[in-house]
C-alpha cells in the first residue's frame, strides 16, 4: 500500500517511495530509558555526520513552552543542527528550572554520544505534562543508543519517540532532480492523538540534498503552513510540538535557490508533510474518520475563523463521527466564527452535494449523502460571500474512543 | 430544595423563593402544534396586560441568526415588548426568505391572539436547523394556547420551550424592596444541551415592579454579561440565543434609577440569571459535572482569553468527566490561549490545593486531590502575572453522553 493513501494527496510522478532507511549523512536510533511504565524504547537520537548540515525548525507558539523547547529555540544554531536527542513518556513541560536543567543534561549528554557541539543537538520531549523529567537516565541509556546508530535506524527512531500512536507516521522518499535523485525521509508521533498526558506533535525530517540554511527555512516553513498548519484534533496546541528538516549534502546533489530542482524537492515535501499531517489526523481519537472542510470567499480573516470554527466544533466532529451529513451544524460554526455579520448568504455543499444556497435550503437526496459520508474522508465547502480567499483544515471526528481515553484513563 | 442549588450562587437575604406563578400582570401557557415529533408541547405564549410595559433584549450574534432573531430585532420595539411567541422543535435557522416569512407569520398571530401590536411580540425558536418551520400549524394552535393563558402558566410555558432538556430551568422569587415587595420570576430552556439539532438558550424573565425601559436595559445587561455570557458547555454559539426581560408596573412599586431598590433588584436578577446558568451548564451533556474556572491577572484580555480556552479544551472537560485532577492540561489551555508569552510564570490551584506555582510543580497529596474532584462542582484557579484583572467561566464536563447524543443519534 502507497504511504500516500489519503484522496486529498497526489504522489509527484517524480517522488518514488522506498521501503525505509535515511539518506546519505543521516544514522538513527532508539533505546530504553525507563521513562516510558511499559519499558519501551523511550529516547531517540538522530546524527548527521556532515559537518555542515544545514537545518531549519518551527516551533509550538503555545505561551507554556516546554523546558527542551526553550532550551532549543535559546541555545541551538537552529541553521545548522547535527542531532536530535528526544525523549517519549515525558514531556518535560510545566517543570519549571529544574526542567530546563533536565533538559540541558539530555543536549550536553547527546553532544558527547555523537561528537557534534552542544549547540548543534535539538532538545525534545513527548508524554506526561508536569512530571520531572529522570534525564540522568536517558543520560545513563544513550551510550547504548549511540552504538546502535545506524542508517536503517528510521523505524527504531520512530518507535523511540511515539507515545500512543496507533499509525506509524514514517516514510522515505526518492526524489528524482535536475542534478540526480536526492532522498527525503520523515519520522512523526502523535498529534493526533491527545491522550491523558500525552501531547506533542514531533516530526524529523531529513534529506541528503545539499540545500543552503535559508533554502531549508523556506522549504519547511511553506511546506508546514500548508500541513502542519492546518490540521486540528482537538484544537489543542500542545507545549512541545516541533518540527526539524536537516539537510546533509552527501548526495552531492545541490538545490540552489529559485531554481526548478528547489520547486521538485518543494513538491515532494510538501506532498510528505500533507500525508504525514493527515495520518497525525487519522489517529486521533481512533475511529479514524478525517473531515476537510473548505472555505472559499473574499476576506482571509473570514475564510481562516470559519473554518477552524467548522474543524473544531463538538457538534461537528461528533456528526462526522456518527456519519450525519448534518449541515446545521456547519452553518452554526460558521455563523459563530463571523459574529454581527447576520445575515449571511451562505453556501454548503458535502462530498460536492449542495444542501444550502444563499442561505436557503437546497432539496437533496438526504439517503444518497449519508452514503457518501460514511466513508473515510469527508469534505465540505463553504461558500462566503466575495472571491479572492480560501483556506483548508483537516480534522479528526469525535467519538467514545476520545472520551474514553482522556476520560476514564485517570491519574 | 431550594433553586439556589450551587455552592457558588448565594440566594440574597431580601430575596424569598416561591412555589411557583408570574409576577402580576402577565399570563402565560402552552400548546402543541405538531411541530415535535413527540407530540409534546411545542408553542408557549406570555402576554403582559399593561399598555406601559416595558423591556429590554439581548441575542446571539452569531452570524448565522435564526429568522425569528432577525425579526425581532429588526422589526419589535425591544424597550416595550408585550409578548412572546416560541415554538420547539425547529429552529427557523438557516431557512432563507422563507423563514423569515413564517416568523412574521407566527408574530401577526400572536399578536391577534394576545390582542396586542406586532411590533410588541417577540418571536423566538428552539430546535432542529435548516428545515422549514410550519408556521400554519403554529397559527393554528395560537387560539387554544391563548384560550389557556393564566398567571400560574410558567410550568406550561416552561414546557413548550423545552427542547432535550432534563433540569427544569423556571424560579419565582419574591423581592424585598424599600417601596414593598414585588415578583420576578423566569423560565429558561437548553443552552447546556446543543443536542443532534437542538440549539438554542432562551431565558424569558418577568417582573411587576416598574422600571423604566433604560433600567430594564441596564440590569439585564449588567447581569447577563454575569451569568449567561460567563458560560460554556461546547463552545458552541446558537443561532436563536434570546433573553427577553419584561416588567408589567402592576406591583405599583417603581424602581428609580440610581437607587438602592435599583441595586437590590439587580441583585436578586444576578443571582437568579447566575443559578440559571448554571442550570443550563448542569444539564449540558448529562454527566452533570460543573466546573468553574476563575483566571486572575494584570491583562483583561490575557485572563478572558485563558479562561475561555481552559473551559473549552475538550481535554480539561474530559478530566472533569473522569474525576481526573489533570492540571497539565489547564497548563496546556492557557499556554494556547497565549501565545508567544514563554517562559509564563503560571499558578495554578484546583478546589484551592496549589499544583503549579510560579511555573514550578507543587507537591501535593494526589489521593486528597482526587477525592475534591469527585463532586458535582470543581473550581480551578489560574494565576497570570500581574494584578487587577479577573473574570470566570462556568463549563460542562465532556463524557460519553455528549458523543451518543451527538454522533449516535443521526439525522
Redesign the interface.
Known sequence: MSFFDSRWIDRPDHVAELPGGLPRGFRAASGRAGIKPSGKPDVGLLVCDRVDATSAARFT?????AAP??LTQERCRLEGLRAVVANSGN?N??????GLDAATKMQGAAAVAGGVAAERVAVCSTG?????LDADAIVRALPDVHAELSDGGDAAFTEGISTTDVIEKRAALQVELGGGPVRLSAQAKGAGM?S??F?TLLCFVQTDAALDAATCDLLLGATCARSFERISV??????NDTVVLMASGASGVRVEPETEDELRLGEALDALLRQVAILCVRDGEGAGRVGRIVVRGGQHLHVEAAARAVA????VK??L?????????I??????????????P?DIAIEGVP??S????VDHD?ADL?QRVAGREVVYEVGLPGEGADTEVFFS????A???L??????
Chains 1, 2 share one sequence.
Do not use: C, F, K
Open positions: 507558539r503555545s505561551g507554556v513552552l523547547v526553550l514531556a513541560a510545566a517543570t519549571g528550572r529544574r506526561v505534562i508536569g512530571v520531572p491527545i491523558p498526558h501531547a482537538d484544537g489543542q496546541l500542545s507545549t473544531d466544533s463538538p457538534l461528533t456528526a463521527n456518527g456519519g450525519d451529513p448534518n449541515w446545521g451544524r452553518a452554526q460554526a460558521v455563523g459563530m466564527a463571523l459574529p454581527g455579520t447576520a445575515p449571511l451562505l444542501v444550502l444563499g442561505g436557503a435550503p438526504v449519508e471526528d469525535l467519538g467514545h476520545y472520551v474514553t482522556n476520560a476514564e484513563y485517570t491519574t
